[in-house]
């Protein structure tokens, strides 16, 4: 997914706090989102992203194929 796929889950998760708790306020939303432990879809996703991303690391370093070597370079 790319970044504005990811904003407009965000937005869309941010309305819907929004219209459940009926404010308007996008401030009241976000703290309900806190209080709920609630966590956006985007930030889901980059911290799902940063776990893959060690374990490919780690797993590249050890692996003896040169393949997994080389997209090892790639992974952030």
Do not use: H, W
Request: charged fraction near 30%; include cysteine.
């Amino acid at each position: 997914m790319n970044k504005s796929d990811l904003k407009s889950l965000d937005f869309a998760v941010d309305r819907l706090f929004m219209k459940m708790f009926k404010t308007v306020n996008i401030e009241i939303g976000t703290e309900c989102q806190k209080r709920f432990d609630f966590e956006l879809p985007g930030v889901i996703v980059d911290e799902r992203c940063s776990k893959f991303g060690s374990k490919y690391n780690a797993l590249s370093i050890s692996s003896e194929n040169l393949l997994c070597k080389i997209c090892g370079n790639f992974v952030d």
